[in-house]
Structure formats: C-alpha cells, structure tokens
C-alpha cells in the first residue's frame, strides 16, 4: 500500500474511531468471506465491520485519543465493528454472531472513551433494547399516574362519606 493510501486509511479509520459511539475488537481468523458478509448484513445499518491493519490501526487510535484502550486488543488478525447507533443492539449482533460462529472472537472494545473487557460487552449484550426498556418506563409511569388518579378520586369519596357519617352520629344523638 503507497503511503497516501496508507494516509488516507488511518484519517478514515481515527475519524470512524471519534464519529462512533463505540468500537469493538474481535478476532476472525478461521471465517470465511461469506461469514464476514453475513456479519455485516447481521450488524445492518448499526454498525460497519471492518478488518483492519494492526499497525495503521495503532496509529488511528493513537490520532483519536484511544490509543490506552486499544493499543492492548491489537494482537493477531484483527476486525472492529464501529458503531454509529444503539451499543446494545450491536453488541447483541456480535455476541450472537459469535456464539453461532466460533472463530469470531470478541477480544473488547471502547464504549463512549471507556475501555471494555469482551465480558462487560457480553453483559451489555444481555441488556433489553432501548425499545423495551422505554417501553417499560412508560408502563410504570402510565401506573403510577393511574395509581395517582385513583388516590385522588379517592378522597372525595371519602370525605362525602365522612360527612355522612357525621350527619348520621347527630342525628342519633
């Protein structure tokens, strides 16, 4: 590769490392080209797979400030999926991949500037998506406000029956 070319990359690669929300590393060595497509269609509009250069990519990390976090997970053939939209939702995309794929290896990742262990994005795979748990926000809060409108629905009631009640003791007496 001529060194503008090689330029070139690294500029794309240290603007792709500051433009996305995160960056996981895997391992890929054993997958055939029609496995990395199917990754990539996997992965959809979420996220860009991409195997990359180890040493074009330590200098991109260095350029965006990542070079602590990744410097490390940069051993033998390395792929990094950036990620542009939900983490969570690529994350589950590659934990999957990877279970039904064996040669793919999460070896960690960069999340907003933090550094991950290939457990914590599993973990964070585990997490339900945005949708549901928005979703389920909601729901408590719909609850919630019924709750509060039956409470307040309540105490009128209550204070009718009070008056009743005391109308009711007079009149005995």
């Known amino acids: 590769m001529a060194k503008p070319e090689k330029a070139a990359a690294v500029a794309e690669m240290a603007d792709e490392f500051r433009n996305s929300t995160g960056a996981v590393l895997a391992e890929y060595r054993g997958l055939s080209v029609a496995q990395i497509s199917q990754l990539r269609h996997t992965l959809g509009q979420n996220a860009r797979f991409r195997v990359v250069k180890n040493t074009l990519t330590k200098i ?12 490390d997970l940069l051993e033998g053939p390395s792929a990094i999926a950036f990620v542009r939209g939900d983490v969570i939702e690529a994350a589950k995309g590659l934990r999957d991949f990877a279970k039904a794929n064996a040669p793919l ?3 960690g990742g960069v999340i907003d500037g933090k550094p991950m262990s290939p457990e914590e994005i599993t973990r964070l795979a585990d997490v339900e998506s945005r949708e549901v748990l928005l979703s389920k926000m909601a729901g408590a ?7 509060a409108a039956a409470a307040f629905d309540a105490l009128p009631s ?12 007079r009149a005995e007496a």
């Open 60 to 71: 991109a990390a260095t350029e965006a400030g990542l070079d602590k976090q990744v410097l």
């Open 141 to 147: 809060l719909k609850a919630k406000q019924s709750q």
């Open 105 to 107: 290896v999460i070896k």
């Open 158 to 169: 209550k204070a009718v029956r009070l008056a009743q009640a005391l109308h009711d003791k």
